[in-house]
């Protein structure tokens, strides 16, 4: 593999690991204050769909980010009513959105332009466009430095840099705010916070109403950015790799992108290398492809076990009288 290919690899490395990233955060918002949501799958297909839906009608790619937030903060709430005021069980909660999300985003799409589940192609309008860094062109000739500059590191879209911002904020939040350290204490022991007076419902909806608005821009960056429009069942499983991100992360921010990080990269390798020969066996694309899959039962299996999620994690909380 020369140094050129090599920084393609990583390049769609990138690309693919955003909406997990942005995923493993809003997993990581919601777990930390002590819901579990695996709906994050739902509300992501949700917001692709809504993304590329409105980016086809309006023209505009940012009216479709809105909408895609908009639809993923409506199963947030529906989440949010259903697990945190009903106190109902969060797995079947977020299992439900999954299925809603799943069934109703290819009748809407039918309904809506009848082209079997799927929105129009985007164009350029509709679409998230690449930002060329500056010096971009300048350093090019640079050994090493220069292409990596280009290739690697400008000409992706805004949401790429967004997402990567993201992660040192949620470290600042999460560790170096009031707001951040009373999120966790929710989820550690929600008895405590509210005896010190502070909301505990309220706390819980912030956090699962912040994990609807990263979906959503999950969602729509697949909608928008990696493809030009929505296709049915288009977050492949996702949003189940970002929880098994999150797991792998510890509940932990930096952790999440260097893990967010090597699914991407396992995803990429399936994309270039269709097929590969090791010692004269020649591995099939179907081996290739389900590699993230496989990586995911691994750490699923091998992590579930060793990390330690928040105490107070999928228990409603019931305030003493």
């Not at 999950?218 to 288009?234: N, V």
Request: one cysteine or more; charged letters at 10%.
């Amino acid at each position: 593999m020369d140094f050129l290919t090599l920084l393609q690899v990583l390049d769609s490395s990138v690309r693919l690991a955003i909406p997990l990233l942005l995923a493993c955060l809003a997993g990581l918002y919601s777990e930390r204050a002590g819901i579990f949501d695996i709906g994050l799958e739902g509300k992501m297909l949700a917001a692709a769909f809504a993304a590329g839906a409105f980016a086809a009608v309006s023209g505009s790619v940012w009216v479709g980010l809105l909408a895609g937030i908009g639809a993923s903060m409506i199963l947030s709430a529906i989440h949010g009513i259903a697990s945190i005021t009903f106190r109902g069980n969060q797995l079947i909660s977020g299992v439900a959105i999954n299925m809603l999300a799943a069934g109703m985003t290819v009748l809407i799409a039918q309904d809506w332009f009848g082209q079997g589940g799927r929105t129009p192609s985007l164009l350029t309008e509709g679409r998230m466009s690449p930002i060329t860094l500056p010096f971009a062109e300048m350093f090019q000739s640079i050994p090493l430095f220069g292409p990596t500059y280009k290739e690697l590191i400008s000409g992706h879209s805004l949401i790429v840099y967004v997402a990567f911002a993201f992660v040192p904020l949620t470290w600042w939040v999460l560790y170096r705010t009031r707001f951040g350290l009373r999120l966790r204490a929710v989820g550690e022991n929600p008895a405590s916070v509210d005896t010190a007076g502070v909301s505990v419902i309220r706390l819980r909806y912030t956090a699962v109403m912040i994990c609807g608005v990263l979906c959503g821009v999950a969602g729509a960056y697949l909608a928008t950015g990696l493809q030009a429009g929505f296709i049915k069942d288009m977050t492949a499983g996702r949003g189940f790799i970002a929880l098994a991100a999150l797991i792998f992360a510890k509940w932990r921010p930096w952790y999440a992108l260097w893990a967010c990080l090597l699914f991407g990269l396992l995803q990429a390798l399936a994309v270039r290398f269709q097929s590969i020969e090791i010692g004269g066996v020649v591995i099939p694309v179907q081996l290739m492809e389900a590699l993230p899959f496989i990586l995911t039962v691994v750490i699923l299996a091998g992590f579930v076990g060793r990390a330690i999620p928040p105490r107070a994690g999928g228990e409603p909380y019931v305030k003493e009288r």
